[in-house]
Protein backbone atom coordinates (compact mmCIF):
# COMPACT_ATOMS: atom_id res chain seq x y z
CA UNK A 1 0.00 0.00 0.00
CA UNK A 2 1.24 4.04 -0.15
CA UNK A 3 2.47 5.61 2.31
CA UNK A 4 1.07 8.96 1.03
CA UNK A 5 -1.86 10.51 1.80
CA UNK A 6 -2.92 13.58 -0.74
CA UNK A 7 -6.09 15.56 -1.59
CA UNK A 8 -7.41 14.03 -5.02
CA UNK A 9 -8.07 17.43 -6.76
CA UNK A 10 -7.15 20.67 -6.84
CA UNK A 11 -7.86 23.53 -9.11
CA UNK A 12 -5.66 26.59 -9.99
CA UNK A 13 -5.52 29.46 -12.22
CA UNK A 14 -2.88 29.72 -15.00
CA UNK A 15 -0.06 32.07 -13.86
CA UNK A 16 -0.43 31.15 -10.44
CA UNK A 17 1.55 28.77 -7.87
CA UNK A 18 0.34 25.69 -7.50
CA UNK A 19 1.02 23.92 -4.40
CA UNK A 20 0.43 20.12 -3.96
CA UNK A 21 0.18 18.53 -0.41
CA UNK A 22 1.43 15.26 0.60
CA UNK A 23 1.30 13.48 4.04
CA UNK A 24 3.54 10.59 4.62
CA UNK A 25 3.45 10.13 8.08
CA UNK A 26 4.87 6.99 8.91
CA UNK A 27 8.52 8.00 6.74
CA UNK A 28 11.68 6.11 7.52
CA UNK A 29 15.23 7.78 7.95
CA UNK A 30 16.18 6.04 4.83
CA UNK A 31 13.24 6.93 2.48
CA UNK A 32 13.63 9.57 -0.11
CA UNK A 33 10.07 11.56 -1.05
CA UNK A 34 9.92 11.34 -5.11
CA UNK A 35 7.11 13.15 -7.14
CA UNK A 36 5.98 11.73 -10.52
CA UNK A 37 3.05 13.35 -12.67
CA UNK A 38 0.94 11.64 -15.11
CA UNK A 39 -0.77 13.66 -18.07
CA UNK A 40 -3.51 11.84 -19.44
CA UNK A 41 -2.84 8.94 -21.73
CA UNK A 42 1.29 9.44 -21.04
CA UNK A 43 3.47 7.53 -18.86
CA UNK A 44 4.78 9.20 -15.74
CA UNK A 45 7.49 11.84 -15.42
CA UNK A 46 9.97 12.29 -12.66
CA UNK A 47 9.73 15.46 -11.18
CA UNK A 48 11.66 16.10 -7.86
CA UNK A 49 12.97 14.09 -4.90
CA UNK A 50 14.18 15.22 -1.56
CA UNK A 51 15.23 13.83 1.78
CA UNK A 52 15.25 16.13 4.34
CA UNK A 53 16.38 19.52 3.08
CA UNK A 54 13.97 21.81 0.49
CA UNK A 55 15.14 21.48 -3.06
CA UNK A 56 14.69 23.32 -6.52
CA UNK A 57 14.55 22.31 -10.44
CA UNK A 58 13.73 23.67 -13.16
CA UNK A 59 10.07 22.03 -12.58
CA UNK A 60 9.44 22.67 -9.51
CA UNK A 61 10.13 23.20 -6.02
CA UNK A 62 9.80 20.70 -2.49
CA UNK A 63 9.30 21.96 0.65
CA UNK A 64 9.63 19.23 3.07
CA UNK A 65 8.75 19.77 6.97
CA UNK A 66 10.82 19.27 9.76
CA UNK A 67 9.46 16.22 11.03
CA UNK A 68 9.22 15.19 7.07
CA UNK A 69 6.09 13.73 7.75
CA UNK A 70 4.54 15.97 5.09
CA UNK A 71 5.71 17.82 1.98
CA UNK A 72 4.31 20.53 -0.25
CA UNK A 73 5.45 20.24 -4.10
CA UNK A 74 5.24 23.70 -5.55
CA UNK A 75 4.77 24.64 -9.35
CA UNK A 76 5.60 28.31 -9.30
CA UNK A 77 3.71 29.88 -12.57
CA UNK A 78 1.13 26.82 -13.62
CA UNK A 79 0.22 26.71 -17.10
CA UNK A 80 -2.39 24.68 -18.82
CA UNK A 81 0.54 22.00 -19.64
CA UNK A 82 0.68 21.31 -16.55
CA UNK A 83 -3.09 19.48 -15.67
CA UNK A 84 -1.85 16.20 -14.85
CA UNK A 85 -1.79 13.80 -11.87
CA UNK A 86 0.71 14.42 -9.55
CA UNK A 87 1.65 11.56 -7.35
CA UNK A 88 3.91 11.45 -4.24
CA UNK A 89 5.85 8.44 -3.10
CA UNK A 90 7.95 7.35 -0.55
CA UNK A 91 11.23 5.29 -1.38
CA UNK A 92 14.10 4.04 -0.03
CA UNK A 93 17.58 5.39 -1.16
CA UNK A 94 18.58 2.23 -2.82
CA UNK A 95 15.66 2.73 -4.95
CA UNK A 96 13.57 -0.14 -6.60
CA UNK A 97 9.64 -0.21 -7.13
CA UNK A 98 7.50 2.79 -6.88
CA UNK A 99 4.34 2.06 -4.81
CA UNK A 100 2.06 4.67 -6.46
CA UNK A 101 -1.17 6.23 -4.56
CA UNK A 102 -4.29 7.64 -6.14
CA UNK A 103 -2.23 10.97 -6.59
CA UNK A 104 -3.70 14.46 -6.96
CA UNK A 105 -5.72 15.47 -10.42
CA UNK A 106 -4.62 19.09 -10.96
CA UNK A 107 -6.57 21.36 -13.16
CA UNK A 108 -5.38 23.93 -14.46
CA UNK A 109 -7.28 26.55 -15.81
CA UNK A 110 -7.03 29.73 -17.61
CA UNK B 1 14.82 9.48 -29.56
CA UNK B 2 17.26 8.04 -26.84
CA UNK B 3 13.68 7.69 -24.07
CA UNK B 4 12.37 4.08 -23.03
CA UNK B 5 10.01 2.44 -26.07
CA UNK B 6 7.30 -0.33 -25.59
CA UNK B 7 5.91 -1.49 -28.70
CA UNK B 8 3.24 -2.19 -29.50
CA UNK B 9 1.38 0.61 -27.81
CA UNK B 10 -1.65 -0.59 -28.67
CA UNK B 11 -3.09 -4.31 -28.38
CA UNK B 12 -6.77 -5.50 -28.67
CA UNK B 13 -7.25 -9.61 -28.41
CA UNK B 14 -9.48 -12.23 -27.96
CA UNK B 15 -10.04 -13.26 -24.08
CA UNK B 16 -7.88 -16.96 -23.90
CA UNK B 17 -5.37 -15.93 -26.74
CA UNK B 18 -1.35 -15.07 -25.64
CA UNK B 19 0.07 -11.58 -25.93
CA UNK B 20 3.47 -10.23 -25.82
CA UNK B 21 5.00 -6.69 -25.53
CA UNK B 22 8.71 -5.71 -25.84
CA UNK B 23 10.42 -2.87 -23.65
CA UNK B 24 13.54 -1.08 -24.52
CA UNK B 25 14.90 0.91 -21.85
CA UNK B 26 17.19 3.88 -22.32
CA UNK B 27 20.56 1.63 -23.30
CA UNK B 28 22.68 2.39 -19.99
CA UNK B 29 20.56 1.97 -17.44
CA UNK B 30 20.62 -1.32 -16.02
CA UNK B 31 17.28 -1.96 -14.42
CA UNK B 32 13.89 -2.53 -16.03
CA UNK B 33 10.10 -2.33 -14.22
CA UNK B 34 6.88 -3.48 -15.44
CA UNK B 35 4.09 -1.36 -13.74
CA UNK B 36 -0.10 -2.03 -14.72
CA UNK B 37 -2.07 0.68 -14.80
CA UNK B 38 -6.38 0.54 -14.95
CA UNK B 39 -8.44 3.47 -15.33
CA UNK B 40 -8.45 5.81 -12.71
CA UNK B 41 -5.79 4.29 -10.62
CA UNK B 42 -2.31 4.49 -10.11
CA UNK B 43 0.26 2.54 -11.63
CA UNK B 44 1.26 -1.20 -9.71
CA UNK B 45 4.21 -2.55 -9.77
CA UNK B 46 4.56 -5.71 -11.08
CA UNK B 47 8.10 -6.90 -11.37
CA UNK B 48 11.66 -5.70 -12.45
CA UNK B 49 15.26 -6.62 -13.32
CA UNK B 50 18.62 -5.91 -12.78
CA UNK B 51 20.64 -6.71 -15.91
CA UNK B 52 18.95 -10.21 -16.57
CA UNK B 53 17.87 -11.46 -13.12
CA UNK B 54 14.41 -11.03 -12.23
CA UNK B 55 15.51 -9.53 -8.81
CA UNK B 56 11.15 -8.79 -7.55
CA UNK B 57 7.70 -10.29 -8.67
CA UNK B 58 4.36 -8.55 -7.18
CA UNK B 59 2.11 -10.99 -5.91
CA UNK B 60 -0.06 -9.30 -9.09
CA UNK B 61 1.88 -11.31 -11.31
CA UNK B 62 0.29 -14.64 -11.40
CA UNK B 63 1.27 -17.60 -13.54
CA UNK B 64 -0.10 -16.08 -16.50
CA UNK B 65 2.23 -13.34 -16.61
CA UNK B 66 6.06 -14.02 -17.64
CA UNK B 67 8.64 -11.57 -17.67
CA UNK B 68 12.39 -11.78 -19.34
CA UNK B 69 15.30 -9.89 -20.09
CA UNK B 70 17.70 -12.02 -21.58
CA UNK B 71 20.48 -10.09 -22.42
CA UNK B 72 19.96 -7.23 -20.24
CA UNK B 73 18.86 -4.86 -22.64
CA UNK B 74 15.11 -5.46 -23.76
CA UNK B 75 12.90 -7.24 -21.84
CA UNK B 76 9.44 -8.60 -22.64
CA UNK B 77 6.13 -9.50 -20.97
CA UNK B 78 3.84 -12.27 -22.00
CA UNK B 79 -0.07 -12.68 -20.60
CA UNK B 80 -1.07 -16.06 -21.30
CA UNK B 81 -4.68 -17.24 -21.54
CA UNK B 82 -5.73 -13.46 -21.50
CA UNK B 83 -8.69 -12.28 -19.45
CA UNK B 84 -10.65 -9.62 -19.44
CA UNK B 85 -9.63 -8.48 -16.45
CA UNK B 86 -6.24 -8.51 -17.83
CA UNK B 87 -7.21 -5.00 -19.99
CA UNK B 88 -4.64 -1.99 -18.79
CA UNK B 89 -1.96 0.20 -19.58
CA UNK B 90 1.18 -2.01 -19.16
CA UNK B 91 4.29 1.25 -18.29
CA UNK B 92 7.31 0.29 -18.61
CA UNK B 93 10.55 2.02 -16.62
CA UNK B 94 13.95 2.02 -16.52
CA UNK B 95 16.49 3.61 -14.48
CA UNK B 96 20.55 2.76 -13.20
CA UNK B 97 20.61 1.34 -9.73
CA UNK B 98 22.29 -0.43 -7.37
CA UNK B 99 25.59 -0.21 -5.13
CA UNK B 100 26.79 3.64 -4.94
CA UNK B 101 23.95 4.85 -7.40
CA UNK B 102 22.39 7.43 -5.87
CA UNK B 103 20.88 8.78 -9.09
CA UNK B 104 18.19 6.42 -9.76
CA UNK B 105 14.76 7.98 -10.53
CA UNK B 106 13.20 5.79 -13.41
CA UNK B 107 11.70 7.24 -16.65
CA UNK B 108 9.13 5.80 -18.35
CA UNK B 109 7.40 4.55 -21.89
CA UNK B 110 4.35 5.86 -23.31
CA UNK B 111 3.22 2.07 -22.49
CA UNK B 112 1.30 -0.19 -24.01
CA UNK B 113 -3.20 -0.54 -23.65
CA UNK B 114 -4.55 -3.87 -23.77
CA UNK B 115 -7.96 -4.36 -24.49
CA UNK B 116 -9.08 -8.21 -24.21
CA UNK B 117 -12.45 -8.72 -25.75
Known amino acids: DAKTTQPPSMDCAEGRAANLPCNHSTISGNEYVYWYRQIHSQGPQYIIHGLKNNETNEMASLIITEDRKSSTLILPHATLRDTAVYYCIVRPTQGGKLIFGQGTELSVKP | ?117
Open chain 2, 1 to 117: DTGVSQDPRHKITKRGQNVTFRCDPISEHNRLYWYRQTLGQGPEFLTYFQNEAQLEKSRLLSDRFSAERPKGSFSTLEIQRTEQGDSAMYLCASSLGGAGVSYNEQFFGPGTRLTVL
